[in-house]
C-alpha cells in the first residue's frame, strides 16, 4: 500500500508545460514547476518520478538537470532519492489529500491556463481578436434587452431568438429544422461535453479519428471511453478503414470532424458522408458531426451541412461561433432531435441554470451577417496560411506538409524527430507549439506538429525563424556563427 505509484513520464510533462519559458537556470525551473505540482496534489504523495535519464530525454535537457532538480526539492522535503530505488513524492500532509478528480493534462489545456509571456503561443487556434461587426452586436442588443428580457432570465435551451435564427440558417442550407431542435452551449466544447455526459457510460465504445481533437479525447477519458481509432492524413478520412470499424467494433457512438479538419486539415466530400451516414444508419451508430471550422473555407464558400439528412441515423451536429468570430464569444450550439434536446437540456440546467441572455442576443445578431464574416476571416486566414506556407518552405525545406482549402492550421511531418522533444526545444526557444501525440489517443503521431496560421504575418514569420533556430539545436547541426534575430513576443518585449 506504501509503495511509490509510477507516474507516467508523458503525463508528467504534459503536467509541467511552459517550465522552460522563463528566465534562469534550468535546474531551478523545473524544480519550481515540480514543486507548485506537488504542493497543489497534482502530483500526489508517494508518486515515483520517471528515471533522471527518461526524464532528460523527454524534456530535451542534461541528465545533471534532472539531478539538479530532483536534489533541491529532496533538500526541503519533499522529494525522497534512493539508490536503486528512484524518486518520489514523500508522504507528507502537504501531499496526502486525495485528488477527486483527475485534471487534464493535454497540452492544449495546459497551453490555455500558462502565461503567454516571452513566448509566442502557437497551441490555441482561435481569432487573435474579435471583428469589428461584434461590438455593434451588442450595442443592438443592449438596445433590444429591455423588451425581450422578461421572466426570470433564466434560458437552459439558450434564448429563443438565437434558437429561431440558428433553425432558420439550417432551413436555409436545406435542412428543416425548428427552434427546439437547437440547444444553446457555452461554446463547442460544451457541447461536446454535454453528448458526452448524455450518451456514453463507462466502457462504451467510441470510434474516433487519429489524429482527433484533443478537446473530445479528454472528454472521452474523463468519461471512461474505450476508444478505437480510423487514420486521417494527409489525404483525409480513411473511408474503407472507418466503415470496416463500425461494422466490426459496433460502436455505441462515433465523433467525426469532416471539414477543415483539426488538425489535417482534410475535408471529406459529401456523398461520401452520405455513405458515413447510412453506414451508421445501418448498425444504429449515433455521430457526433463537428462543424465549427465549417465555415473557414478559402474558396468562399461555407461548406453544405446537407449529408445530414440521411432520415434514419441519429446525429448531433455541434456548431460555434468562437473560430469564426471570436474565441471570448463563448455561443455553441448542439442540433439534434427534439427529445434529445429536451435531455440535453435538462442536464445543461443542472449545471448552469441556461446561457447569458445579452450574449445570445448579440450572437442572434451576427447570425444574418456570419457568412460575411466567415468571408472576410477566411480571406484573412487564407493570406496567413500562403504566408506560414512559404516561411516554412524557405526556413525548414526538409518538414513535409500540405496546405490546405480552409480551417486554421498545418499538420507537418517531422522527418526523423520526437516531435514531443522538439516542442521541449522550441519552448525554450520562444515559441510553443503543439507535438502530434496531443492529438492521438494511443500516442501515435509523435513525428508530427500542429503549427495554426492564425496568428498575424509578423508573428509567423518571428515563429518559423524560432522553429529553425531549434530544429538546427534538436538536430545539433553546426551553426557557428548564425546569431538568431531579434524575435517580438508581445508589447514592449523582445527575446533574442
Known sequence: MNEPIPWPVERLVA????????????????????????????????????????????LAVGRTTIVAAYDLLRADGRLERRQGKGTWVTATE?????????????????????????VLPLACT???????????AYTRAVSRLPTVAGGTGYHPLGHL????????????????????????????????????????????????????????????REAGAELSTVPSG??????????????????????????????????????VRRRLAEVAAAHEVTLIDDT?????????????????????????????????VWGGLRVGWIRGHRDDIATLAGLKAVHDLGGPVLEHLAAAELLPRL??????????????????????????????FRPVSGGQCLWVRLPGADAAVFAQVAMRHGVVVLPGISFAPGGECNDRLRIPFTAPERDLSDAARILAHAWHAYRGDDVAGAVAEPVHVGPGRVRL
Open 15 to 58: 503536467q509541467l508545460g511552459r517550465w522552460s519559458a522563463d528566465r534562469g537556470p534550468l535546474y531551478r525551473l523545473l524544480a519550481g514547476a515540480l514543486c507548485e505540482l506537488i504542493d497543489s496534489g497534482r502530483l500526489p504523495a508517494r508518486a515515483a518520478l520517471p528515471p533522471d535519464r527518461v526524464l532528460a530525454d523527454r
Open 94 to 118: 502537504r501531499g496526502d489529500f486525495p485528488v477527486a478528480v483527475s485534471p487534464t493534462v493535454n497540452p492544449l489545456f495546459v497551453a490555455y491556463l500558462g502565461a503567454p509571456d516571452r
Open 126 to 136: 482561435a481569432p487573435h481578436s474579435p471583428p469589428l461587426v461584434l461590438a455593434d
Open 161 to 220: 431568438d438565437l434558437r429561431t435564427a440558428l433553425a432558420r440558417r439550417y432551413a436555409d442550407g436545406g435542412i428543416p429544422t425548428t427552434p427546439d431542435q437547437i440547444l444553446i452551449s457555452s461554446g463547442g466544447q460544451q457541447a461536446l461535453a454535454l453528448l458526452v455526459r448524455v450518451l456514453l457510460c463507462p466502457g462504451d465504445r467510441v470510434v474516433v479519428q487519429t489524429p482527433c481533437y484533443p478537446g473530445i479525447l479528454e472528454l472521452l
Open 234 to 271: 494527409f489525404d483525409g478520412l480513411d473511408v474503407d478503414a472507418w466503415t470496416t470499424m463500425i461494422k466490426t467494433v459496433r460502436p455505441h457512438v462515433a465523433y467525426l470532424n469532416l471539414t477543415h479538419h483539426n488538425p489535417t486539415g482534410t475535408t471529406v466530400p459529401p456523398l
Open 292 to 324: 465549427v471550422l465549417d465555415e473557414l473555407s478559402f474558396t468562399g464558400s461555407p461548406s453544405s451541412h446537407r449529408w445530414a439528412m440521411e432520415p434514419t441515423v441519429r446525429l448531433f451536429s455541434v456548431g460555434s461561433l468562437s473560430k469564426t
Open 371 to 400: 457568412d460575411s464574416i466567415a468571408r472576410e476571416r477566411s480571406a484573412e486566414l487564407r493570406q496567413r496560411h500562403d504566408h506560414l506556407c512559404g516561411e516554412l518552405t524557405a526556413r525548414l525545406p526538409d518538414w513535409q
